[in-house]
């Protein structure tokens, strides 16, 4: 799996610890570049702002979730339009499955999810 450790990620999620836990995965497989939001308000902010190479979010999360937050890049007049985005989710439900799968999702974590898991879908969305 070789994977460009320059890249700029983002990841959003409104649960602090793991969002500690991804950043820490991410910093320990060797990627410097992270920012993080703690909801899809927050990183729509910064999306607007600031290009980023990879972008992780939870699903579900307050104010704006995951879906929310795909949608809104996927719809963006930019080439961030094109920013791959892997989704966290907990659930199965087919109706955020075919929401995100028609915004054109990249692929998604599951919890619980390994190192190996997330390093993965990582090299899988930036081929795409």
């Given at each position: 799996m070789n994977i460009d450790k320059g890249i700029q990620i983002l990841v959003v999620e409104d649960n602090e610890a793991i969002r500690d836990l991804i950043v820490s995965i991410l910093k320990s497989s060797g990627f410097e570049k992270i920012s993080q939001a703690k909801n899809g308000k927050e990183a729509w902010?910064?999306?607007?702002?600031?290009?980023?190479?990879?972008?992780?979010?939870?699903?579900?999360?307050?104010?704006?979730?995951?879906?929310?937050?795909?949608?809104?890049?996927?719809?963006?007049?930019?080439?961030?339009k094109k920013t791959p985005v892997l989704i966290i989710t907990a659930s199965d439900k087919s109706d955020d499955i075919k929401s995100a799968a028609k915004w054109k999702v990249n692929g998604y974590i599951v919890k619980p999810f390994s190192i190996k898991t997330i390093l993965s879908k990582i090299a899988i969305a930036l081929k795409n």
């Open positions: 902010d910064v999306v607007q702002n600031q290009k980023h190479d990879l972008i992780i979010t939870d699903c579900m999360m307050p104010e704006m979730n995951g879906l929310e937050l795909l949608k809104n890049v996927r719809s963006l007049d930019d080439e961030r």
